[in-house]
C-alpha cells in the first residue's frame, strides 16, 4: 500500500543543536515530497519540495531535506535551531503525476528548548 | 504574502444539521482543495476543485459533501447533514497553476458535531 510515515510524534532538541524530523514513504514510481510547517492558529505553509534533481533540497527557514531513495526516506533537517522552530511539520507525497491531491503524514511536534 | 482565508474559525453544530465552511482562496489561484484533520490523526485529502469541476475526491467526499465556487472568489464545502465523525479541522488551499506543487492553506475552521 502507498503511504507516507513519520515515525516520530514528538521531538525535542536544545536551542543550537541540529535537528531532524523524520519521513519515509511507500510508494511505487517516483514520488514527489514535501515537507509543510503549521504554526499555532496558522494554516500548513510550505518548507520545501523534492521533485528531481539533487537529493538535497534547501527550503525557507534554513531548513533542508535529502531524499534518499535505497531507504525511502524524505528527512528534514536543520543545522542549528531555533526557538521559534517549535511547531508542528508534515512530510507529505504526491504519488501520481496528473493527480493534484497531496497524502500527508501524521505530523510530527517539535519543540525547541531554550 | 497573500493569504487563504476561512471562516468562521470555528463552528459547532448538531448531529444531522447542515453545515457550510468558507473560504476565500488567493485570487489568482485556480486550484483549490479541501483537506480536514481529525484530532491526532493526519491531514486527509477531500476534493480538489478545478475549472469549476471537481477533479479528484477520496472516499471520505461522499454524497452528504459538496463544493461550490459560487461567486468568483469564494469556494465552500457544504456538509449535508453531519455526523459525529465529521468532527475535525478542515483546511482550505489552493495554488496557482498545475505545474507549481505549492499548496497555500487557510488557518482551518474547527467543526464540533455534537
Known amino acids: 500500500a502507498q503511504s507516507v510515515a513519520q515515525p516520530e510524534d514528538q521531538v525535542n532538541v536544545a536551542e543550537g543543536n541540529p535537528l531532524t524530523v523524520k519521513c519515509t514513504y511507500s510508494?511505487?514510481?517516483?514520488?514527489?515530497l514535501f515537507w509543510y510547517v503549521q504554526y499555532p492558529n496558522r494554516g500548513l505553509q510550505f518548507l520545501l519540495k523534492?521533485?528531481?534533481?539533487?537529493?538535497l533540497v534547501k527550503g525557507s527557514y534554513g531548513f533542508e531535506a535529502e531524499f534518499n531513495k535505497s531507504q525511502t526516506s524524505f528527512h528534514l533537517k536543520k543545522p542549528s535551531a531555533l526557538v521559534s522552530d517549535s511547531a508542528l511539520y508534515f512530510c507529505a507525497v504526491r504519488f501520481q503525476t496528473g493527480a493534484n491531491n497531496l497524502f500527508f503524514g501524521t505530523g510530527t511536534r517539535l519543540t525547541v528548548i531554550p | 504574502e497573500p493569504e487563504v482565508t476561512q471562516t468562521p474559525s470555528h463552528q459547532v453544530t448538531q448531529m444531522g444539521q447542515e453545515v457550510i465552511l468558507r473560504c476565500v482562496p488567493i485570487?489568482?489561484?485556480?486550484?483549490f482543495y479541501w483537506y480536514r484533520q481529525i484530532l491526532g490523526q493526519k491531514v486527509e485529502f477531500l476534493v480538489s476543485?478545478?475549472?469549476?469541476?471537481?477533479?479528484?475526491k477520496s472516499e471520505i467526499f461522499d454524497d452528504q459533501f459538496s463544493v461550490e465556487r459560487p461567486d468568483g472568489s469564494n469556494f465552500t464545502l457544504k456538509i449535508r447533514s453531519t455526523k459525529l465523525e465529521d468532527s475535525a479541522m478542515y483546511f482550505c488551499?489552493?495554488?496557482?497553476?498545475?505545474?507549481?506543487?505549492?499548496?497555500?492553506f487557510g488557518s482551518g475552521t474547527q467543526l464540533s458535531v455534537l
Open positions: 510508494v511505487s514510481g517516483n514520488p514527489y
Open positions: 523534492y521533485i528531481t534533481g539533487d537529493n
Open positions: 485570487s489568482n489561484h485556480l486550484y
Open positions: 488551499a489552493s495554488k496557482s497553476v498545475a505545474w507549481v506543487e505549492k499548496l497555500f
Open positions: 476543485f478545478y475549472n469549476n469541476e471537481i477533479s479528484e
